[in-house]
């Protein structure tokens, strides 16, 4: 979503240049710190991968800017960059990375962009729906378990792709791309949450091998620990969404 509403009308050029970026996420539990969102993570994850500096400003419902809650509803992660706002993760990153092309973070042909998203729909739904659901253990715990076992199975299938000689998802697999930066935190999330909550009920080393050692690359990587909030936020916000 691209709307100008409450900010002044862009009069430089038509094609943005870098510089007065500001991003706008949920705070963490002091409302000041970084907070966990995974979408926030994900476009802080592109910034840093394209070198671009930013201004951070870690927001609650109080805190939020009017402009913000009137003409956006008060969404996060919002990128505002001089006279313009951007919503909505997804936007965000594509946004950045059409008019910074270095690195590019969609390079390979949009058939094996859209090919290798599809092992990742439905996944972060699945995360979502099991680390919410209490009390954990009984019959219907057991059965968004699978859910997101198949989940994760379609990425250790994409992960085992012919042709593959890199780390990553698309292609093969040489270059990050838009869809590992939104990938990754969300299996951070995950690993945290199974963790706290699910007693490690599923075996991440030993059932999904591939989805475990592209964590560990991930993980590793520069623009992921640039954005990196506490294991104790992450747990902080499951357990809200718990109700604990």
């Known amino acids: 979503m691209v709307k100008t509403g ?3 009308v862009r009069e430089e050029g038509a094609t943005p240049t870098s510089g007065g970026m500001n991003l706008y996420i949920k705070a963490g539990p002091d409302g000041k710190s970084t907070g966990d969102c995974p979408f926030a993570h994900y476009v802080r994850m592109v910034l840093h991968e394209k070198n671009l500096s930013y201004d951070l ?3 609650t419902a109080e805190t939020k800017p009017d402009w913000l809650i009137d003409y956006y509803g008060g969404s996060m992660p919002a990128l505002r960059h001089r006279k313009e706002c951007y919503v909505e993760s997804d936007v965000i990153a594509q946004y950045l990375d059409f008019f910074f092309q270095e690195p ?3 390079p390979y042909k949009k058939k094996d962009m859209d090919s290798a998203s599809e092992c990742t729909d439905g996944f972060f739904p699945a995360v979502a729906r099991y680390l919410k659901h209490t009390p954990d253990g009984d019959e219907s715990d057991s059965e968004l378990k699978e859910n997101l076992e198949a989940a994760l199975g379609k990425i250790e299938t994409q992960l085992d792709r012919d042709g593959k000689t890199g780390d990553f998802l698309v292609g093969d ?3 990050l791309t838009l869809l590992d930066c939104s990938l990754a935190p969300k299996l951070y999330h995950m690993s945290i949450g199974l963790e706290a909550f699910k007693d490690n009920a599923i075996d991440l080393k030993n059932q999904f ?3 475990k050692k592209y964590m560990d690359v991930i993980f590793d990587r520069d623009s992921f620990k640039d954005g990196l909030y506490p294991k104790e936020t992450v747990i902080w916000g499951w357990s809200n969404a718990r109700g604990n």
């Open 104 to 106: 590019k973070l969609s």
């Open 6 to 8: 409450g900010l002044e």
């Open 173 to 175: 697999g040489e270059q």
């Open 57 to 59: 400003t870690p927001a």
């Open 209 to 211: 091998p591939l989805v």
